[in-house]
């Protein structure tokens, strides 16, 4: 059974960066998309951006573009997302979730990790 | 791009079935059958219960249905029960030159 198991809560400062971590287990990593997914605190979920890890290449949302980087470690099967310059509207849950088809980004995420909580605060 | 429209709340009574609308544009939910739903209890992660317009994953129940027409998705859940209260997402894929994936604003299910 597919796993994604994220890394700890955090707490940053206004301006700084956070690098929230995502490892899988029981599949097949490289060739499936993962994606990045928010949710602020009482708001719905908005997609930041996802990448297939044999390919490489990362697609962001545009509204993120230049403010987030999100990689992969295919030898800890392990997935990377960083936002920069971080503000107040930045605290939320963060989520890696993994889509339901390989060798192609859909959106139909099918598994999904616990969350991260990134409080932004000062 | 802009989210998708869903109605905000939506109820029901046990045993009666709902349909939750989920409204897009060309550019996403009519161009491409990559249309999911995800089902969010409170302070849990989102679960899927239907992908690519209709499929449902192993697990789910056939309660839940999905279809579509035109720039328009919806998700049906028949014989409703209490545990099916919870906030309920639509998706899209919304394009290959932006690689965009574009969600509703989500609905709230109350069983009544």
């Known amino acids: 059974q597919v796993q994604l198991v994220q890394s700890g809560a955090e707490v940053k400062k206004p301006g700084s960066s956070v690098k929230v971590s995502c490892k899988a287990s029981g599949g097949t990593f490289s060739s499936y998309a993962i994606s990045w997914v928010r949710q602020a605190p009482g708001q719905g979920l908005e997609w930041m951006g996802g990448?297939?890890?044999?390919?490489?290449?990362?697609n962001y949302a545009q509204k993120f573009q230049g403010r987030v980087t999100i990689t992969t470690d295919e030898s800890t099967s392990t997935a990377y997302m960083e936002l920069s310059s971080l503000r107040s509207e930045d605290t939320a849950v963060y989520y890696c979730?993994?889509?339901?088809?390989?060798?192609?980004?859909?959106?139909?995420?099918?598994?999904w990790g616990q969350g991260t909580l990134v409080t932004v605060s000062s | 791009q802009s989210a998708l429209t869903q109605p905000a709340s939506v109820s029901g009574s046990p045993g009666q079935s709902i349909t939750i609308s989920c409204t897009g544009t060309?550019?996403?939910?009519?161009?491409?059958?990559?249309v999911s739903w995800y089902q969010q209890h409170p302070g849990k992660a989102p679960k899927l219960m239907i992908y690519e317009v209709s499929k449902r994953p192993s697990g789910v129940s056939n309660r839940f249905s999905g279809s579509k027409s035109g720039n328009t998705a919806s998700l049906t859940i028949s014989g409703l029960q209490a545990e099916d209260e919870a906030d309920y997402y639509c998706?899209?894929?919304?394009?290959?030159?932006?690689?965009?994936?574009?969600f509703g604003g989500g609905t709230k299910l109350t069983v009544l």
């Open positions: 979730a993994r889509d339901v088809e390989s060798d192609i980004l859909t959106g139909c995420l099918g598994y």
């Open positions: 998706c899209s894929y919304a394009g290959s030159s932006t690689f965009d994936v574009v």
């Open positions: 060309s550019s996403d939910v009519g161009s491409y059958n990559l």
């Open positions: 990448i297939i890890p044999i390919f490489g290449t990362a």
